[in-house]
Structures are given as C-alpha cells and as structure tokens.
C-alpha cells in the first residue's frame, strides 16, 4: 500500500532547507516560480559562498537548519549578512512533525515546512552578543578549572596528612592560603607560623591549627603542589584579562549594568553573564514566561491523558542550548 503524500499550504514563497554535517551541506530549494531541486556543498568558506550566491539568484528569501552542534555556526555567518533569513530550527519539533518519513532527505523535508510555516526558529542573539558570550562562557569554564586545582591541592594535602580542612571552614581564606603557600614552598609549619596568619574569628584554637599543618610532605607532594599552583596562577591572569575584555565590550550599556546590580543578591560578574546570554532587548520573548522557559526555569510539562512522556518530547520544557 502506497504512503500518501503529505502536502501543506504555502505560507513562505522560496524557502531552503539546509541537512548541515560536519564536511558537507545538502541544500534543498523548492518555491513559487522554481523548480525543486538538491545541491550538495562543501562546508569550507569558499563552497559555503556559493551556496550562499546560488540562493541570492534564485531568490531564496528564508533558509532552515537544525541546530547540528556548532556546525550551524560557519553556514549562520556566511548567509545572515547577505540578507537572507535564517531559521536554526529545534531538532526535537521538527522530528515530531507528522509526515518526516515520506522525504528521505532531511533538506527536502525542512524545505517543506519551511514553505508550510511550520517552522519555529530559535533565538539567535546578534553577533555581539555571541562574541560577548564567549568571554563569559570561556571565564566560567576557566573559573570552573581553578576551583578544580584548588580541590587537588586539598586532596594532595590530605594524602601528606595535612588536615587543614578540618580545621578551617574554608581552604581558600587569607589563613589557608598563606598557610598552604608556605606548604607548596616546602617549608614546614612551626608555631610562629600559625600566630602570624591567626584571628580570633578562626572556631579552632592555633593549636588544633598547628596539629592540622603536622604531616609527611614528600618531594612529590611539594612538586605537586608547586605545578598546581603555578596552573592556578596562569589561570588566574586569564580570567583577569576576559575580565577586562568583557568590561570593555560592555562599556557603552554601563547605565544598564548598574540598574541591574542594584537587584539584590546579584554581583558585577553575574550581571555581565545575564546579559551576555539574553542580553538587554526583552522584546525577543514575548512573555516572561518565554524568557523563564528558554532559560530552564519552567518545569517540564510531561503528561498528557494522565501519561508521562519520555524527555524531549513536545509539551516538555526545555532550554535550548546553540553552542
């Protein structure tokens, strides 16, 4: 028996649908006036230009994509600046469109409902933004690291019986970095010691203190340490530098920046990753419900008829992540 042919009405009249991978773009148009037809092009920026003028000359006016790792990104920055619109479409809705299996081309079948409107595409912030985003991303992952190195030099500690965690609430106040310092240097830990770095806000006494830095530190505990803190160092003055660089780039919204910090609870670095992700322009969600769902912060909405639905699933409530 014969599957019937899926057919919509058209609400876009020249549409692509782009099947994007790694190496390769399989480029589908199809359109009042044009005839329906498949190119395949390399994703090196030369190919990607003639993709982009064989679309120009056909009047392709919208083109959609899925949302395919960062391998969307390269096709994204080549197409937006010529004035076509570009859709990066969620996977997830377009799997669950009724009729995927009557086109074996992923670029045929985007095509269609692009042309039927039933595509919804995702925020794409402007390129400033992304860029902005990067800083910030790539200062959290570095943040992410130092704290990580931190953690191993109290692992290390631990392993050379130093029990300065046990001791103090926090390893990484003035008192357990100062003493921690002169660990890493290798020099061992006398009373003086202690009385130099202690202040009476400290819940354990110098001598609970003193007893916790008494261990066995090896010369491989010392040349762990000393590489580990030499890591943490060089990381340090990264961050510092994206730092500068992310209060540069948002050194003409400063007004802004400070009506945010005003917010309880909220500090610089935080207003500068709010803003790096959904930036200042709220007129891109049309709800604070959008905005809450976008960022993860609306529960999942997973039942239907009294059933639970798998994850990813329509009806289910999920950030989309583009990077």
Not at 222 to 232: P, T
């Amino acid at each position: 028996m014969e599957t019937p042919q899926v057919s919509f009405k058209q609400v876009v009249s020249r549409g692509c649908g782009l099947d994007v991978h790694k190496k390769v773009v399989v480029a589908t148009i199809d359109g009042e006036g044009l005839k329906k037809q498949s190119r395949e092009f390399s994703t090196v920026t030369s190919s990607l230009k003639e993709l982009r003028d064989w679309l120009l000359e056909n009047g392709i006016t919208h083109v959609a994509m899925e949302s395919t790792g960062v391998f969307w990104k390269p096709v994204y920055n080549i197409l937006e600046p010529a004035g076509i619109t570009v859709w990066v479409v969620n996977a997830a809705h377009v799997k669950y469109v009724p009729g995927h299996k009557t086109d074996k081309k992923d670029s045929a079948w985007l095509c269609k409902l692009l042309l039927a409107g039933l595509l919804k595409p995702s925020f794409i912030p402007a390129k400033e933004q992304r860029e902005l985003r990067d800083l910030t991303r790539y200062r959290a992952k570095l943040v992410q690291s130092n704290a990580s190195n931190k953690n191993r030099i109290i692992r290390i500690l631990e392993d050379a019986n130093i029990k300065l965690s046990s001791v103090l609430s926090s390893t990484n106040g003035a008192v357990g970095t100062k003493l921690i310092d002169k660990i890493c240097d290798g020099e061992e830990i006398t009373m003086q010691d202690v009385d130099e770095v202690y202040h009476k806000k400290l819940a354990a006494t110098k001598e609970e203190i003193f007893e916790a830095c008494q261990g066995f530190i090896t010369e491989h505990h010392v040349y762990m340490l000393q590489i580990i803190r030499q890591e943490i160092a060089g990381t340090q003055q990264t961050i510092e530098s994206l730092t500068q660089r992310i209060k540069e780039v948002l050194s003409p919204y400063e007004n802004a920046l400070e009506l945010l910090q005003k917010v309880p609870g909220i500090s610089s670095k935080s207003v500068e990753d709010l803003v790096a992700e959904i930036g200042l322009d709220m007129g891109v969600f049309p709800t604070e419900k959008h905005l809450a769902s976008w960022a993860g912060m609306s529960p999942g909405n997973n039942e239907s008829a009294g059933k639970k639905k798998a994850d990813g699933q329509p009806g289910e409530t999920n950030k989309l992540k583009l990077c």
